[in-house]
């Protein structure tokens, strides 16, 4: 079991906007960044939200990424077939002083 | 464009220790940045492993803290990864990638391919 939360599963169709959460502790998203990963089929993740809200060059805008708390969120909106993807959140964790993922979403666009 | 290249054996024994390299290119080791080591069992989630400072201080997951030893070839311009002591729960996709300039907590920014590494007799 993964120290963040994620749903297992999201689906949407193409335009639809999707939401992923993703829920942590007060040691790891409370005083930490988090950041959001894709995975493409077969490929390796590439970053897709970093510190929280930021976009990497490249990056298109129809993605965007928020935190509250202990809780963080990705929104996927104008969904297309090529976001079909596995979603994972990642912060690091205070007491133990490393890094912990989330078990990752698989987005489905029907 | 940095670059990052994994190398090393697909199969592992049992018991034995598995060996990686990641080759940065387009970059030098020794100028600076976060370094780690994540894997992602087949069809699991991802997993990190350790991270090391361009001056060779290290963070490792507790839960392989045992098994791991992570260093840095700044001459080689590579980080290498050991783990000893493998299982079958140790086959994944083993990836290198880029962590922060000077801070822990900054994201993981360019990643290698990957390479499978599978524990069998």
């Known amino acids: 079991q993964s120290v963040l939360t994620q749903p297992p599963s999201v689906s949407g169709t193409p335009g639809q906007r999707v939401t992923i959460s993703c829920s942590g502790s007060s040691s790891n998203i409370g005083s930490n960044y988090v950041h959001w990963y894709q995975q493409l089929p077969g490929t390796a993740p590439r970053l897709l939200i970093y510190?929280?809200?930021q976009r990497p060059s490249g990056v298109p805008d129809r993605f965007s990424g928020s935190k509250s708390g202990t809780s963080a969120s990705l929104a996927i909106s104008g969904l297309r077939s090529e976001d079909e993807a596995d979603y994972y959140c990642a912060a690091w964790t205070d007491s133990v002083s490393g890094w912990v993922f989330g078990g990752g979403t698989k987005l489905t666009v029907l | 464009q940095v670059q990052l290249q994994e190398s090393g054996p697909g199969l592992v024994k049992p018991s034995e220790t598995l060996s990686l390299t990641c080759a940065v290119s387009d970059y030098s080791i020794s100028s600076g940045y976060y370094w780690g080591w994540i894997r992602q069992p087949p069809g699991k989630g991802l997993e990190w492993i350790g991270t090391?400072?361009?001056?060779?201080?290290?963070n490792y997951n507790p839960s392989l803290k045992s098994r791991i030893t992570i260093s840095v070839d700044t001459s080689k311009n590579q980080f290498s990864l050991k783990l000893s002591s493998v299982t079958a729960a140790d086959t994944a996709v083993y990836y290198c990638?880029?962590?922060?300039?000077?801070?822990?907590?900054?994201?993981?920014?360019?990643w290698g391919q990957g390479t499978m590494v599978t524990v069998s007799s």
């Open positions: 510190r929280n809200n």
């Open positions: 990638a880029r962590g922060g300039a000077t801070i822990l907590n900054e994201a993981f920014d360019i």
């Open positions: 090391i400072y361009h001056s060779g201080s290290t």
